[in-house]
Structures are given as structure tokens and as C-alpha cells.
């Protein structure tokens, strides 16, 4: 298959940093078998380490690339895995099922993309009026919200460099 498009280099975002508290959300938490309102807070404080992964819309080559490598890397195996996106709970369901990671990761789900405007990485969607979704983005949080590592695409598409986010865990 051939995969023919465009990089497109994307303006400088103010998003949080190493050091930050990243903010709190409450938005629908997707899991294997149900979903309900869940705070990022929540997340956080079950846990040791968070790694928040906002990605592009479910079924989007970027998502099934960025979950196939963190399922092969096994990432739930050192922290609470969660990502973010504009899909709906149902299309998370889904990529849950088809990516093969249910069970090990959960899916926030954010239609208006509001969580992506308050980290400041909400982009437009080209050629998409009216549609945006988050830029790529990994941020690895502590239990207290607190950004030990942040990566914000300066590229669409764009990837994390998956190393660098290991060496975080």
C-alpha cells in the first residue's frame, strides 16, 4: 500500500513541560468492557506513573501506528498507559478490540477535543473545516500530575521518538 501524502510542519504550541502540573479532565475513560466519566486526577493517583498518549482519531494510520508500537513495547508492563482522542467511546471499543489491547490500556474519549485546548495541542484538521483533533503528544505524569517528560509533535504526521519515552519509565 502506498501512502502518499504530505508533512506538513506544525506552528509552536505553549503545552506543558517537564515540571508542570498537567491539568485535570474528567471526559469518558473506555476500557475492555464499559466506560464512565473518569478524572485524569483519578488516573493518576492509582498509579505511580501515567503515560497520557493523545493521538489522532481512531482509525487513523497515525493511531493504528502509535498503538501497535506501544503494544509490542509493552508500555502497560511499567506504567498506567491512557490515551486521548476525538473517537467517540464506541470507536474506542473498537480500536481497543482490533489493536488487541484490551485489558491493557483505556481510552479517553473527547469529541470537542477540550482536553487538546487545555494542553495546547489542539490542531485544525486539513482540508476538514470546522474539525480539529489533538497533535500527537505523550506526556509521562507522576501520581500527582506532575509532567516528568513531555513530547509534542512539531510534524503531521509525527511520531515519539518511543525510546525516549521508555528511558521516562
Avoid at 88 to 111: C, V
Wanted: net charge negative; aromatic share 12%.
Amino acid at each position: 500500500m502506498d501512502l502518499d501524502f504530505d508533512v506538513v510542519d506544525l506552528d509552536p504550541v505553549d503545552h506543558p513541560e517537564a515540571g508542570d502540573t498537567a491539568p485535570d479532565f474528567t471526559r469518558p475513560l473506555v476500557n475492555d468492557e464499559f466506560w464512565e466519566d473518569e478524572s485524569l486526577a483519578s488516573v493518576c493517583a492509582d498509579s505511580d506513573r501515567v503515560v497520557l498518549v493523545f493521538h489522532a482519531m481512531d482509525g487513523a494510520f497515525p493511531a493504528t501506528y502509535i498503538w501497535n508500537e506501544i503494544r509490542d513495547r509493552a508500555w502497560h508492563e511499567q506504567a498506567t498507559v491512557v490515551g486521548v482522542s476525538i473517537s467517540t467511546p464506541y470507536e474506542h471499543k473498537q480500536l481497543l478490540e482490533e489493536r488487541e489491547i484490551e485489558g491493557d490500556y483505556r481510552l479517553f474519549s473527547d469529541p470537542a477535543n477540550g482536553v487538546a485546548q487545555q494542553y495546547g495541542i489542539d490542531m485544525d484538521l486539513d482540508g476538514m473545516a470546522g474539525i480539529e483533533e489533538p497533535r500527537p503528544s505523550v506526556f509521562v505524569l507522576d501520581s500527582d500530575r506532575t509532567v516528568e517528560y513531555a513530547w509534542v509533535a512539531e510534524n503531521w504526521p509525527d511520531f515519539p521518538d518511543y525510546d525516549d519515552v521508555e528511558a521516562q519509565l
